[in-house]
């Protein structure tokens, strides 16, 4: 499951998708839109993306973790347009039969996610605003 989603992400929709009585480990990762960034606060967050590419960029991060490690399903939900404090900005859940490559397949993904899919976000500040990668 991959989605780029501006309504509110569901970590349970998620959950839901990799769940299977076959597995013994789900491990999901939560990134949400924290108020400080660089020592300034932040009071919002603006997602865009290149859909099609993004979308592209899941797939083969996806398919690369099911070829390193046992993996039985991958959901990957990420937010675009503006959201609050709080917010959901990405999930990431992954099954497997065993934790470990679980924990490991996760790991990847939201590191390899930040460096390759093109999404970039605008901080939003009590004094103004500037367009920063979303994943440095």
Partial sequence: MIELDEK?????????FVSDDGVGGIDVFIGTV??????K???ALDFEAYEEMAILEFEKIAAHAKTEWPIHKIAILHATGKKQIGDLAVVIAVSAAHRDAAFKACRYMID?????VPIWKKEIFED?????????
Avoid: Y
Avoid at 34 to 39: A, C, V, Y
Avoid at 112 to 116: A, N, R, S
């Fill in 8 to 16: 509110p992400l569901n970590v349970q929709k998620a959950i839901n």
């Fill in 34 to 39: 924290r108020d400080k960034t660089s020592g």
């Fill in 112 to 116: 390899t996610l930040k460096q390759t």
């Fill in 128 to 136: 103004g605003e500037v367009w920063v990668a979303a994943h440095p």
């Fill in 41 to 43: 606060r932040v009071v």
